[in-house]
Nanobody, 120 residues
Framework: QVQLVESGGGLVQPGGSLRLSCAAS????????MGWYRQAPGRERELVAT???????NYADSVKGRFTISRDNAKNTVYLQMNSLRPEDTAVYYC??????????????WGKGTLVTVSS
């Protein structure tokens, strides 16, 4: 059994910052890519940022220059530093990981999400 647990969401004013964390635990052999996605009310889930095991990163155009994704492989944890937040960043943020479990099954896992609200 593998679990992804996000933390760090909350209410922040426009222009503010938040740092999200996502820790993977359970029967994990190795984690390939990890990433953050978000879903705003009435909209489809969209990619925010991804990071590979070699720390190659990819960002949505809407967050480039404002968000930074990083990971700690020793802790099976991925982070998302969000700066210069805007009201349109308001969404539930989901963590994703592609990993091999202890039985060598390669699967995608999702966290349950953490709500980020940007409002004055």
């Amino acid at each position: 059994q593998v679990q992804l647990v996000e933390s760090g969401g909350g209410l922040v004013q426009p222009g503010g910052s938040l740092r999200l964390s996502c820790a993977a635990s359970g029967n994990i052999f190795s984690i390939n890519s990890m990433g953050w996605y978000r879903q705003a009310p009435g909209r489809e889930r969209e990619l925010v940022a991804t990071i590979t095991i070699t720390s190659s990163t990819n960002y949505a155009d809407s967050v480039k220059g404002r968000f930074t994704i990083s990971r700690d492989n020793a802790k099976n944890t991925v982070y998302l530093q969000m700066n210069s937040l805007r009201p349109e960043d308001t969404a539930v943020y989901y963590c994703n990981a592609y990993l091999y479990d202890s039985n060598w099954n390669y699967m995608s896992y999702w966290g349950k999400g953490t709500l980020v609200t940007v409002s004055s």
